[in-house]
Structure formats: C-alpha cells, structure tokens
C-alpha cells in the first residue's frame, strides 16, 4: 500500500493547474501516488498535465462535480492517506511534512488542518486566514465549518471510506458536511501556519450564486443541530447558525447594492440571534445598511478612532 496519494480536481484549471502541480512536486518526495482527475474540461488541462515532469495519473470524465471527481479518485487510489488539491489552489511548503507528523503522533484522529493564505486574483491582495486549533469542541462544526475547504487537509483513508465519502449530490458545502460525518469517527486535528496559497477569483464555484449557496449551508446546518442528541444544546446552536447564515445574507445584499432594508433585516435578526460573538463585526454590518456604504466608508475613519481600534 502507498501512503500518501494527491487527488487534484480540475474542471477548466489551464490556468493554474501547473503551479498545483508544482506544489505538490515541492513537497519533499512525500507524496507516491498523484491522481488528476479531470471533470470535464474543455480547454487545455490535459496537454498541461501531460507535459509536467511530475508523474500522474490523469483520469478524464464527464462533468459531474467536484465531489463526484474526489469520490473517484479516493476510488482510484488504496494509499493510506489521502490529500486533496484543487486545480487552483497550491500547496505551500512544509503542508505534507507537518500534517503527516501530526497524524503520526495523533493516531485517534482521522483528519489535520491548517490555515489558509488567500490571494484576491484581482488586485494580488494576500492575507492570512486562520481557522480554530484542534481544541475546539465538534459542536461548533455543526454551526459553521471549522477545517476550511478539500485542499487544506491530510486524511486517513479508512475513515473517510467508511463514512460515505463526498455527497456528491451537494453543489456546495460538500466538504463541511463530509468533516461533520468524520467528526463522529475520531479527532480532527489542526497544525499552526498557513497551509495553502488560496485563490479567489471570479470562476471559483464558491464565490457564484451566493444567494443559493448560503441557503444550502444553512440547510447542512439544520440537518445535523437536529441530530444533536442533548435535545436542551440545539437551540443555541440553531440561533448560531441563523445567525451566520443572516449576516452573509446581509453582506450579500450590501456588496450588491440590493435593497438596504433588507440588508438592515438580516443584519438586524443575525445580532439579535446570536449578541455573544462578533458584535462589532455584526453591528458596523447593521450601521452600513442603515447609513449606506457610501457615507460609512467616509465616516469609518472616525468610527475606528471612536472605537479605539
């Protein structure tokens, strides 16, 4: 049996699909098995593949969905641990060496995380992300997803074979929805440190149809509070995730210059859920409807010397 195999999904990656590739040949000869599977392209993935000197197994099919396109390398490969790679992500050094090290030494937990760096494509913008250490309490997974995306994680095959795999019938939020199942198969683990150069840009699925997207995750959400078996915890849960799902719902609407009272709306009811964490975040949200974004970003100076920060 190998030990660790890189399933890379592509749909249309021409673009960065050879820095990927690259990534992955940085990772100090760790990784013995590399899997691209492309869902359906339509531009110049394979060539590019095909002529990069790291050596892969490049697997084409119809367009079904990132998760359909992990399930089938997972299915493709018997490697002990599994890391996934999207097209447009990179590994940055050391990614392999520290996970590995921690799953070693952590033998009851089933996947490691990291933290991400973010690149904004537009304007080459970067900043640090960083997501909960391993001590965070799995119910907290059930109100928002605390291991981030497919990229930024080392798993171990058995588990994640044994609890389904991706649902690949979900547009969004497969992944949360995949680390709430393997919570309930051992610990999630989390190393210090950034762990991917994350792009955004204007293709990423997740960044489209936000409106739609947010309604999903609220719905994993739901799904899995009302499988909490201390009957007395979901409601304080439940009002967390409202409470989520109502702020990016405001967001959305402020960024798109949609109607502002139901920005204030949502801004209003996602405080009013949950006044405990984020307040000031929540309340300049609510400030920005009320005001609009125009005079906010001339009075902002003002508010942040008021507040101190």
């Known amino acids: ?3 660790i195999a890189a ?20 990772q100090q000869d760790l990784v013995d098995d590399v899997l691209v599977i492309d869902d359906g392209s339509t531009d110049a993935t394979r060539e590019i593949v095909e ?20 399930n089938r390398g997972i299915i493709e490969t018997d490697s002990k641990f599994i890391a996934f790679l999207d097209c447009d992500d990179e590994w940055l050094p050391g990614k392999l060496e520290n996970q590995l090290a921690y799953l070693e030494a952590n033998p009851e937990a089933v996947l490691v995380t990291g933290d991400q760096t973010q690149l904004y494509v537009s304007t080459g913008e970067r900043k640090l992300s960083a997501f909960p ?29 044994a609890c389904g795999m991706f649902d690949a019938g979900l547009r969004w939020g497969q992944d949360w929805e ?18 991917i150069l994350y792009r955004y840009h204007e ?19 739901r799904r899995y509070i009302n499988q909490e078996p201390a009957l007395w915890r979901r409601p304080a849960l ?37 006044p405990f964490s984020g307040v000031r975040t929540k309340s300049s949200e609510l400030l920005r409807a009320v005001i609009g974004e125009s005079l906010y970003r001339k009075l902002r100076p003002m508010l942040k010397t008021t507040s101190g920060s």
């Open 1 to 3: 049996m190998k030990k």
């Open 133 to 161: 250490p391993s001590a965070y309490h799995t119910r907290r997974l059930l109100v928002e997803n605390l291991i981030g995306n497919p990229s930024m994680t080392l798993l171990r095959r058995e588990p994640l074979v």
């Open 203 to 221: 293709k990423n699925l997740s960044h489209r149809n936000q409106w739609e997207r947010i309604n999903v995750l609220s719905g994993i959400s």
């Open 51 to 70: 002529a990069h000197s790291l050596e892969t197994r490049y697997i084409y099919q119809d367009n079904q969905g990132a998760g359909a396109a992990r």
């Open 238 to 274: 439940h009002l967390a995730a409202m409470s989520i799902a109502e702020f990016s719902r405001a967001q959305y609407l402020r960024t798109r210059g949609r109607s502002r009272i139901a920005a204030f709306r949502h801004a209003f009811v996602a405080l009013l859920s949950n």
């Open 7 to 26: 399933i890379v999904t592509a749909y249309n990656g021409a673009a960065y699909i050879g820095c990927a590739l690259d990534s992955i040949a940085a």
């Open 178 to 195: 995949l680390w709430i199942r393997l919570s309930r198969y051992g610990k999630l683990g989390h190393v210090p440190g950034p762990v």
